[in-house]
């Protein structure tokens, strides 16, 4: 026995929903994490922060911004989609899986060789990593790491409430 049952406006619509709010909420975090860095490094800031994690949201949000154009094509506007069409968004969706995987370690070795030229080096104390997302710090001196340092301890020490 087949299930026909179509699913309800409201569902699809919550779909759309969350699928726009994570395309503009991954494109958000990479804008800002990369206008931050960018700004640390023109300003010669004494501690710069490189979030590899954000790098790899680029490609996440245009891949996710081609699923959402089909799903906007042939659900919201009912229309089927052509074969020039689906080689359109597979084509896009692929260059964002390639960025995923590509600008993040461009980005990171970009960032590192231009760090260590200008005599900046990492404070592993600070620095995390969890699986392939990265949050390395990079300092102009020692002291600096030390007061990061002091700094993060303090923050973990403090109660929440």
Known sequence: ???????SALFKYS???????????AMYWFIVSTMD?????????PSVVFDKGSFYLLGVSIGLCALLFAMIYEGLIKKELTETITK??????????GLM?????????????????NGYMVCE???????????IV??????????????????????LF
């Open 37 to 45: 860095l960018i700004e640390q490094v023109v300003t010669h800031s």
């Open 101 to 117: 995987i590509i600008l993040p370690q461009i980005a990171h070795y970009a960032v590192e060789d231009n760090m260590k030229s």
């Open 15 to 25: 779909f759309l929903v969350v699928f726009i709010l994570m395309t503009f909420g």
């Open 138 to 159: 990079y300092v102009s001196n020692a002291e600096t790491c030390v007061e990061l340092f002091a700094e993060k301890e303090k923050n973990l020490s403090e109660p």
């Open 88 to 97: 359109r968004v597979t084509r896009v969706a692929l260059i964002g899986i």
């Open 125 to 135: 104390p600070v620095s995390s990593s969890w699986l392939m997302y990265k949050h």
């Open 1 to 7: 026995m087949e299930n026909n049952k179509k699913p």
